[in-house]
DNA sequence: GACTTGAGTGAAGGATCACTCATATTCTGT
DNA sequence: ACAGAATATGAGTGATCCTTCACTCAAGTC
């Protein structure tokens, strides 16, 4: 059996130039990513692209893994607070408004980087990314929380809801076909919550 | 520029046990990628589970990721047929019902071998994998029709669906929640037809 | 039995890539 | 100005892995 691969960092940053080459590491591991696949990664690319030596790349992080597991930390993170910032501004609207809106906040992050979305989705099973998984945690309570105030659902019915989005917006993106994107999305979330309330 | 993959298989199987190595090899590879994902999918660890020298892999196939058309191919072939039994037994069901039976079908394919299809359906676009494509094509066309045979919407619809579903099925196997997960499937999808009816 | 062809083998070449380490440079507090 | 800490460098190492090729084996044909 292999030792499962380290993912928090070998040491924290203290001067500012520190934090920017971790930062530029980073960038560029998602730049890659989007770009070329995990195919394409790989720490020489990445110390490349980010215009730092591979040495510095190690300072920080312990092997590669690490680097993905950062990158979907900020990810997750990302797409919470977008999600809350909405979510605070929704709360007098009608449901179908209001689910609008938050479609739309997933259709602009997951439109954004297709296709390292995906890659970190799958990584993050193989390794244990409990960071990311963290934020996305906060993610899920929030929506639930969101539907239960309206009556629509629970938790279960959350997680749903943001992996039903996630292929739905994956596959448009793929093909091209983004226009009314959200509109469609809205569809099959409160159809989802309506046929889920009379429980059909 | 690197040359793109070559995909085409390099010569075809002639005699009964040829066919049979061929066959070891895709279904190797099948093992491989659900178990240890796209990191452990490498020649000779397929040529090894499937009983095979490496040599003769490079017989049948100029690379790996010929072996991975293959293999897209074979599912996406798969599914096709799998639906197109399903669609024959509905011509007189209600479209509840239908659908139903449609998206039984649906997560009973992807959850035999979700990590698997994940994957090939990242590779699919890195790759031109057109026969596999082709494949995935009729799939849709199937659909569409049967949707536009209620009124219900055209190709466009076909398409969400089927990806509104991959998300939502890959979502609850990761997580282990695939009980009622076919009904969950069908709000989601009667939801999504009722709505893009109406128009909202 | 000689010949042809399809099939199978695995050692070895060569490329890629993760990761280390000895050294050099820059920063920070005093 | 200086020492020590932090940061940065990149050639080098070793392991992994893709792919080729020279060769053997088995089955069918004449």
Redesign the pocket.
Known sequence: MADP??VVPR????????????EAIIEASARILEAEGL?????????ALA????????????????ILAALARREAEAFDAALGVALGEIGDLGTPSAVARLAQVAVDHQTRHTRLARILDLEEQRLGLTEAQAAAGRTVQAIAEFLSDRHLGGEAAALDILHLSRGLIDGAVERGTTEGLARRLSWAILGYLALSRQGS
């Open positions: 691969p380290a040491k924290r940053p203290r001067q500012a130039r520190a934090a920017a080459t971790v195919a394409g990664f790989n720490t020489n690319a990445v110390a215009g730092v030596s591979i040495g510095s790349l190690y300072q920080y992080f312990p092997g590669k893994e690490a």
